[in-house]
């Protein structure tokens, strides 16, 4: 693995960062209150090349690895975590559609979204089924060159937000499971969908909810991937989502550290500052080396997607291990800022109920060891 930085991804990881930093960490509280993220934002980061990086120039992207776009979600996750689900949402959806899409309106979505003119989501999981992803019920019905979809979607990301969808629907039997279930690109403002938004303790710009479909026209050319086979196919790129959601997560895990190293060269006890003590270093120190080993993991996953070579045990690795551990930093640095850190002038607590999230969705944690389980004995079968 090259370890280094080409000076172009280094002049886009320093854009991201001075956004970040000056556009996103201050706005971070106000989000919440407001519970949405600015559509001026969103275009600002289409504008600057951030959204897609790892698409096609044809799509609208730049043509850079998935590195680079883990990188800079990362960046953007140190300014407001909430912000990078919708760099998240465009890497895996735009991949989705660019490999899959079958009509030039798909692709005019894709350009959009990658532009930030237009937001999109993943419509995967339903009341009945969240870890067992394939037990969907939600139908889609043949009717001439149509499909009408029925049936809900919940725990959505953008729900209330996303102009349009991925939308995973049931064109087979329910006893085919994976295999009899077909991806749809759909757009948000169709006849016959309505959507409800949760309330959420963190995560709140985000806007997690449900999408209900009661006989939703879509054409079939709207199909992503072949019918029967779009759980099979689309679902291998959660591999890819996996690495960024573990980059996402040390995104607000550095912002905590960094705030929580220059609070304790200030804050003073008996006489000198409390970073010259070892009771209050000793715990930073350990959640640095943690910290690195996890971003590298996250990177070396990207690095193998990038070479096309086998990732899914590692990609398993960065979704279970890098939510938990970054919650587990940020509450240190939250306790090391005494009853201070317990308050809203700091953003630890928020952090923490945002990053808490992703250790239930996209995959508990039980489900990615599942996953390495799995991966593990079929490399060492005898």
């Known amino acids: 693995m090259e370890f280094g930085l080409s000076p172009d991804q280094e002049a886009l990881v320093e854009s991201a960062a001075r956004f970040a930093r000056n ?28 959204l897609g990086v790892e698409l096609a120039e044809a799509h609208g992207g730049l043509g850079l690895d998935c590195v680079t776009s883990g990188l800079l979600l990362e960046q953007i996750a140190y300014g407001d975590f909430n912000v990078a689900y919708v760099n998240l949402l465009a890497s895996l959806c735009g991949q989705i559609v660019a490999t899959h899409g079958r009509s030039t309106q798909a692709e005019e979505w894709l350009r959009k979204v990658v532009a930030g003119q237009k937001t999109i989501a993943i419509a ?14 939600l139908k889609a019905a043949r009717v001439g060159d149509d499909f009408l979809l029925s049936g809900e979607k919940t725990s959505i990301s953008l729900a209330t937000q996303a102009d349009v969808a991925v ?24 006849p016959g ?5 949760f309330d959420d303790i963190g995560t709140r710009p985000v806007g997690r909810g449900s999408i209900f479909f009661d006989g939703v026209r879509v054409p079939s050319d709207m199909m992503l991937g072949d019918e029967g086979r779009g759980f099979v196919q689309v679902m291998q790129g959660f591999d890819y989502s996996r690495a960024l959601i573990g980059l996402q997560c040390m995104g607000a895990a550095r912002a905590s550290l960094d705030e929580t190293w220059r609070y304790v060269q200030e804050r003073e006890a008996f ?12 715990p930073l120190a350990e959640a640095e080396t943690m910290y690195e080993a996890c971003r590298a993991l996250c990177l070396k996953t990207l690095w193998l997607k990038d070479r096309g070579l086998p990732h899914t045990a590692e990609a398993a690795m960065c979704k279970w291990w890098g939510p938990k551990l970054a919650c587990e930093i940020i509450h240190q640095c939250l306790l090391t800022h005494g009853h ?23 995959g508990t944690a039980n489900i990615m060891k ?5 991966e593990k004995i079929a490399a060492h079968r005898v």
């Open 23 to 50: 556009r996103l960490a201050p706005g971070y509280r106000a989000r919440e209150q407001a519970q949405c993220i600015e559509r001026d934002l969103v275009g600002e980061m289409g504008e600057m090349g951030l």
């Open 167 to 190: 939308v995973f629907a049931r064109t087979g039997e329910e006893s085919e499971r994976a295999r009899g279930i077909s991806a749809f690109l759909v757009p948000m403002d169709l």
């Open 340 to 362: 201070g850190g317990y308050g809203a002038d700091y953003h630890f607590g928020q952090r923490y109920r945002d990053v808490m999230g992703l250790q239930i969705g996209d």
């Open 124 to 137: 995967l999981t339903e009341p009945g089924a969240g870890s067992d992803a394939a037990r969907l019920n």
């Open 193 to 197: 969908i309505t959507r409800t938004t």
């Open 370 to 374: 599942m996953i390495i389980g799995r």
């Open 271 to 282: 006489g000198k500052p409390i970073g010259e003590f070892q009771g209050v270093t000793f």
